[in-house]
């Protein structure tokens, strides 16, 4: 089957019911999204089927119609994702291992919600586990990322 990873087209030879997850880090090398729980619980494994977020870990990768992003493949070359530098700004991650899980979880909400609440914010982010306690920062960082996209 051929896949559209960041941009880049690749031929794979993998069973349908393979876990994207699996697929993305073991056949292609991406090592972005990350093994958290393995039942779409965590978020850790989250990355984009064509805006869409989605838990890589338990998306079979037979399923895939689209284009998957990573967060290798979130900015530009020439520069970050609204969200990444807001990431960095607010200094979220402490351990880093559920950052790219967040992350496009909250690009992918943002794409959604220019103006989000606090309520909004929690409610998009709840499903995303963060065992460090981050979530003061990840509040803030996605509210800073949504000015920076409204060009406010």
Wanted: charged fraction near 15%; glycine fraction near 10%.
């Amino acid at each position: 089957m051929q896949l559209s990873v960041n941009g880049k087209s690749y031929d794979i030879d993998v069973e349908d019911d393979m876990p994207l997850l699996w697929v993305l880090r073991d056949e292609l090398g991406i090592h972005g999204p990350k093994y958290g729980c393995g039942i779409a619980q965590c978020g850790a494994c989250t990355v984009h089927i064509d805006g869409e977020a989605v838990r890589s870990c338990s998306y079979a990768v037979g399923d895939v119609q689209g284009a998957i992003t990573t967060i290798e493949g979130l900015g530009t070359p020439d520069a970050l994702h609204a969200v990444q530098a807001a990431w960095i700004t607010h200094q979220v991650a402490q351990c880093g291992y559920c950052q790219s899980g967040q992350i496009m979880e909250a690009a992918a909400f943002l794409a959604g919600n220019a103006n989000p609440t606090d309520t909004d914010i929690d409610d998009a982010m709840s499903s995303n586990l963060c065992r460090c306690g981050t979530y003061p920062r990840i509040r803030a960082a996605i509210k800073t990322a949504a000015a920076t996209l409204r060009g406010a």
